[in-house]
């Protein structure tokens, strides 16, 4: 329950109530700590901890170099490169019963559902719409704009993963499935979002839920080796297209915000030659890329400032452009082993799926998440914080649970291995 509440606050609140997320993990680590004392078990597979080894060297590698040139935030990012994977890394030695694994899988969609409720009645509050007092003023950065059309809170940065990963379980997953979540709630938590997503004024954010949407039917039928099922294409836009429906008119209802208003708004987002978010990308674009054709190999080391381009005062070192801050940061060398991290996630993906592993169709609506946060990483540096490395590593959590318990026989599944496939292809058997 300890680490199911950790994880919970992690979701909903990141980048806040720093003390109690403290708290909670030196009580979590402690534990692992004493059931490795007592079972001699670290509760994560060889591969697994080897690769985390390998990142954490890579990361205090570029850390070093970093601090050999001088770079003034070489030592101030080494926990997100060195230190937090090997942390995150023993915390999945607690999923590896399958208890705690559906636990924190349930966790998700309860934390979506909690982050919506919540972002609802601030916004109530916020318009004096709400009745009675039932809006809590919590710490999450939340902020709203004059005419209600943009708004903000951290945990929606935990919704680039959660209503991805929500999506791909109702693609995926099939119908009439007794998953860890019941289709209902992933329904409602998807219905729910539809209109803050929109609120959000969130370009990144509406680019990472398309992009996501399509791996879902793509990796669907990774899951079932068969066609493009026309039938299941008709189904997810009879389905998808009614909550997108209902945003908008729950957006031009309240605010007056109308579809080609949106679409001009969404399109204007990737024009940098205009706005200052625009033309702040830009020139960070340009500052880092100059910076790195200095040295392409191995980069200017973590930390690094590109002289041209100063975003901010008290972390000269931080840019918004991620990726290529880490190709300006580790150059060619540790963008391909990021890139192969990366890469392996999805290998195993399919190493499960030809071995008809239960496990198959929830690893795959989580990496439908992943690649939510990661689409959303290349304008946000979202994954440049411990609060959100879990939208990481959850799904390395499915894998080493596979790879653990890989040669046991499946009592039950947690959902079944291959959803509705279509007629002209068989299912395959569970081990």
Partial sequence: MIGLAFFFLLVCAPTTY????????????????LRLWRTK????????LGRALLFSAVGLAFVLLGSIRGNPGALPMMPVFAFW????????????????????LAALVAALLAIEVYAYLYLLDAAG????????????????SENFREFTINPLASIVFLLPFAIGALLIWPRG????????????AVALSGPLVILSGRKGFWLALAVSSVVALILRRWLVGGGWEPMRWRRSLTTVLPITAFALLIAQWTVGLTAPELWNYFVGGFDFSTGDAGLGRSLQFEALWSGWSNSPLIGQGLGAVAPDVIRSSEQPW??????????????????????????????????????HSEWSPTLLALLVGMTGMLVANFTNPYLAKFDLLWTIFLPIGVINHWLLHRDEPVAHAPVPNVPDAPSHVSRPVSR
């Fill in 129 to 144: 719409a709400l009745p009675v007092p039932l809006y809590v003023p919590l710490d999450l950065g939340q902020g709203v």
């Fill in 18 to 33: 720093r003390a109690p997320k403290a708290a909670f993990l030196v009580v979590v680590l402690a534990l692992l700590a």
């Fill in 177 to 188: 499935a007794h998953g860890p979540i019941r289709r209902g709630w992933l329904w409602l």
């Fill in 318 to 355: 931080a840019y918004e452009l991620s990726y290529v801050a880490l190709l300006f940061t580790t150059g060619v060398v540790g963008v391909t082993a990021y890139a192969y991290g990366i890469a392996w996630i999805f290998r195993q993906a399919g190493t499960m799926i030809r071995e």
């Fill in 41 to 48: 078990t670290l509760g994560v597979h060889p591969a697994v």
């Fill in 85 to 104: 994977p090997l942390v995150y890394t023993l915390l999945l030695g607690g999923l590896d019963e399958r208890r705690r694994l559906m636990a924190i």
